[in-house]
């Protein structure tokens, strides 16, 4: 299999456990407890940072390939880069409601719960297809060539949570998924 598509297989497997993660967060914030803030805006900043500019390039560019060889393969799935644009949306959207709670605005509890959970299903929706659409055609399309210029262009943006990083950034994170025993969505 190519590197890259077991890459995104892998960032696809981190960001559920982080989704795993922030749900429990939310369904504390909902039943009226405090939730980890710190905790929740390190998914945030990891939301922001990783899958918004490192991880949807790798699957844009493969898309880009995929529809080149097959353009009625990606009917099948609609346009990918636009799927993309409104994930950021929505993490956006999340992301000013976790601010402007932290800031003490008003926002009536549900109002953010459903928010909150509408990113998070749409995430998971969002990778349920890519996985069961989007991959196996792929892998079905793309010829030997291809994969070869896709790992050869996408290996240098690796996972900051990944096997084997040793960052600094994603401090809490890291020590999170050390120790999350949720069960794993992906």
Do not use: N
């Amino acid at each position: 299999m190519a590197k890259a598509i077991e890459c995104i297989r892998d960032e696809h497997r981190t960001m559920a456990r982080l989704l795993d993660m922030l749900e429990t967060q939310i369904d504390l914030f909902e039943k009226t407890h405090q939730p980890d803030f710190e905790l929740i805006q390190e998914i945030i900043d990891y939301f922001l940072t990783f899958p918004d500019l490192y991880h949807h390039p790798k699957e844009d560019l493969i898309y880009r390939v995929l529809k080149q060889r097959d353009p009625d393969v990606v009917a099948r799935f609609g346009d990918l880069e636009a799927q993309h644009e409104q994930v950021s949306e929505r993490l956006h959207k999340f992301t000013r409601a976790v601010v402007g709670v932290m800031l003490d605005a008003e926002m009536p509890r549900h109002i953010f719960v459903e928010m909150a959970r509408d990113f998070v299903s749409g995430e998971r929706k969002h990778m349920a297809g890519e996985e069961s659409v989007f991959i196996p055609a792929a892998l079905a399309v793309l010829t030997e060539e291809d994969w070869k210029d896709v790992d050869h262009k996408s290996s240098r943006f690796k996972d900051p949570l990944g096997q084997g990083s040793v960052g600094t950034r994603f401090t809490v994170l890291t020590e999170q998924l050390a120790s999350w025993r949720g069960t794993p969505s992906a």
